[in-house]
């Protein structure tokens, strides 16, 4: 192949993948700044966790739509699903389950429960949500059918509130970390694991969702929040959802993908402690420019 030949194939490869890139980018944003109608302040409504398993994209996405739509003062119109984030969800598959994840492990029991995702499709202005490393620490032969069937059982940390100040870009979710080890060490038999968890990583598809593409954890305005990725520059937020083997479920499992070592080993030092987290459209020359928005978890 002589080189004119392939500069014109590389040409046409970068061209295309720009377009797809371009299709599969989000159209999606928030009535921010002057164009905020919701007062700043707003208490958001958190929904539980729900089952997909078995459901067509189509059920999961429609579920999605309806949870941005019940806040429809905060978002502009209309809202798509972003393809980059959503489009790899495999229809009629199962999901990790909330029991799969934090109990059983992989495996054919990957799937009990709700499904882990359903934190966060289902909770969509939670742009930025803490995921508290929690996984397997409970003793399989002490968990009873009525532990499974308890709708509040500890799995992870779930936030107690979230508020938004849309004039000021900002928003706010508030975790107790204090109350669910709390929670643990009253259920200390069932457990094979008995240490405080103060280590976590960040699920942000649902900024990716809105347009936001990048991420910077601010170490100069965080507290008590000590991140093990030593970058000091905004990272691409890569989260997305697609049909993987990690569950080694026959066949699958709908489930986040990638893992990423710059969000993924967070540790929490002392209490209260607070992750403030700057997000951007396109990706700034510094993390000291000014923000799009900024996303404040705290933990109590």
């Not at 710059?262 to 992750?275: S, V, W, Y």
Request: proline share 7%; net charge neutral.
């Amino acid at each position: 192949m002589n080189w004119s030949i392939a500069l014109a194939l590389a040409s046409m490869f970068f061209f295309y993948s720009s377009i797809d890139q371009c299709a599969r980018a989000s159209t999606n944003s928030l009535k921010l700044g002057p164009q905020a109608v919701m007062p700043d302040g707003s208490p958001l409504y958190l929904n539980r966790t729900q089952a997909f398993n078995y459901l067509s994209k189509e059920d999961v996405l429609r579920q999605r739509i309806n949870a941005v739509m019940s806040v429809s003062s905060l978002v502009n119109t209309p809202y798509t699903p972003t393809s980059a984030v959503f489009d790899e969800i495999v229809d009629g598959k199962p999901w990790w389950g909330m029991a799969g994840q934090y109990i059983w492990g992989e495996g054919q029991r990957s799937i009990e429960g709700p499904s882990e995702e359903s934190r966060f499709i289902l909770n969509p202005y939670l742009l930025v949500a803490a995921n508290p490393w929690t996984a397997k620490i409970w003793n399989q032969e002490q968990i009873t059918e009525e532990d499974l069937n308890n709708q509040d059982f500890p799995y992870t940390w779930t936030p107690q509130e979230l508020r938004y100040w849309p004039r000021k870009k900002m928003a706010q979710a508030i975790y107790d970390v204090t109350a669910f080890n709390g929670k643990l060490k009253s259920m200390s038999s069932k457990l094979d694991s008995t240490e405080p968890t103060l280590r976590f990583g960040l699920v942000a598809y649902n900024a990716r969702d809105f347009g936001y593409g990048f991420l910077f954890l601010s170490p100069q305005h965080s507290l008590n929040v000590e991140n093990s990725y030593r970058g000091n520059y905004p990272i691409e937020i890569k989260q997305y959802i697609h049909c993987g083997d990690s569950s080694k479920f026959p066949g699958g499992c709908n489930n986040m993908s990638p893992a990423m070592d710059e969000i993924d080993k967070l540790t929490i030092k002392q209490l209260p402690a607070r992750a403030v987290v700057y997000l951007w459209k396109t990706k700034p020359p510094l993390a000291t420019d000014p923000a799009d928005f900024t996303f404040v978890l705290d933990f109590k």
